[in-house]
């Protein structure tokens, strides 16, 4: 059975930091490059980062760069995303997801950041 976990979430304050975890079971995790999206309300889903199934190349969308990383440990079948810097527009429900030929959703975790 496919799973994939997100956890870390939470409230925090602007400038504050975060990192959600996202835990995968169920299928071959480092062959699958992985992603971290956010929908925030009334929004399209949006790719925030993603990453390789190495590690090696990473992306990252405009308004997290400098901010955000990206990582992955392939011994524990996850990826992370470190946040920092966190500003209110941050604010969304973030999903990870894994692709290769096929993909997979996490459920999401949501982030809120306000003072």
């Known amino acids: 059975q496919v799973q994939l976990v997100e956890s870390g979430g939470g409230l925090v304050q602007p400038g504050g930091s975060l990192r959600l975890s996202c835990v995968a079971s169920?299928?071959?995790?480092?062959?699958?490059?992985m992603s971290w999206y956010r929908q925030a309300p009334g929004k399209e889903r949006e790719l925030v980062a993603a990453?390789?199934?190495?590690?090696?190349?990473?992306y990252y969308t405009d308004s997290v760069k400098g901010r955000f990383t990206i990582s992955r440990d392939n011994l524990k079948n996850t990826v992370y995303l470190q946040m920092s810097s966190l500003e209110p527009k941050d604010t969304a429900v973030y999903y990870c997801?894994?692709?290769?030929?096929?993909?997979?959703w996490g459920r999401g975790t949501q982030v809120t950041v306000s003072s």
């Open positions: 169920g299928f071959f995790f480092s062959v699958y490059s």
């Open positions: 997801q894994a692709r290769s030929d096929d993909s997979y």
């Open positions: 990453i390789s199934s190495t590690g090696g190349s990473t």
